[in-house]
């Protein structure tokens, strides 16, 4: 070990090319079992004279040493950090790798497609809230809290007795409240029921609500406004049909189909969703709802028309999706297939 104190250890320190080899030198020196920590303590056997001289050169020594190793380290220490830099450097003219591609759900395409017909009609697009009260999403649409119709749109209850909204109709209720008519609307949204599921339903499912208020309005123009539709949706040969049922906010009532012309096999009569005249008792009820927020009743004596469809079954049969919960999965193998898709 001596041999590294006669063999000029200022310039092996010069020498040291890594911080591993530097550390490693550095113990050699002044470690423990160091040449120079061996040779300092070696003094006490030395006679006086010669301790004290060869102690000032030992010691002026380890100083000298020290500070090399302290000058190299940090030379050392700025040539690896720019060695790591510019291995790292970032090439900004190489092409950036590709980014993943989302795409429009396909219920927001067949959502968007429903809102540009009904634009092309004139129609406004409104909303209202997925939380409701039971006066908006039941009193006021004329189904009372004894009526079966509540059953078959049993839904969620808030702990605070409001419910998450079974249908659309109530943004109905909420539109006149606002407006004075005449008007036409369209409302996209989710909507809730406490359903069995299965591949035709779902407990959160899409509805789109139309309402026409006007002084003069026929069942005549409500049929023709849903052929517009399905002629927006399946071409220009598509016919409506309607089927009388009943919806306690609407009198008369109907549930509609469309024809789809299928190009691959039979065409078929494909539900589409409920319909029929507003009833004079949910005017009766907005009006009250208008006068109870200082407002001037302007409802009794008009006419007006309502409907309500399911976009999820266009979707499934547009995009030929089996069944509905494939929707609402969150499943990336799904969604996939519809990449690029949409306006
Ligand atoms: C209604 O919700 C009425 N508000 C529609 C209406 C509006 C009638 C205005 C008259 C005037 P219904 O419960 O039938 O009606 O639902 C309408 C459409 O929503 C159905 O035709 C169907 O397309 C869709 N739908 C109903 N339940 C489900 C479900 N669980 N999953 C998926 N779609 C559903």
Redesign the pocket.
Known sequence: MDDLLQDDPLERVQACASRAALAELRSALLGRSGSLTSQLRSLGSLPTELRRSQGARLNALRSQIEAALDAREAELQVAEQEQRLSAEALDLTLPAPPLPRGGPHPISCVLDELRDIFQAMGYRIAEGPEVEDELHNFDALNIPAHHPARD??DTFWLKDGRVLR????PV?VRYMVAHEPPFKIVVPGK?Y?Y?ATDA????M?H?L?GLLVADQVSMADLKGTLRELARGLFGPAAEVRFQPSY?P??EP?A?FAAWWENPKGPGKWL??????MVHPQVFAAVDQLRVAQGKAPCYQGKMGF?????P??IAMLRYAIPD?RHFYANDPRVLAQFRGMGS
């Open positions: 078959l749109q079974t249908h659309t109709s109905q909507v029921r359903e035709t339903h779902e407990a499912f509805q609500e919806y906010f609407v009532g549930d539900e589409l969703g409920g319909a029929g309502a409907f309500g469809l399911g999820n079954r509905i």
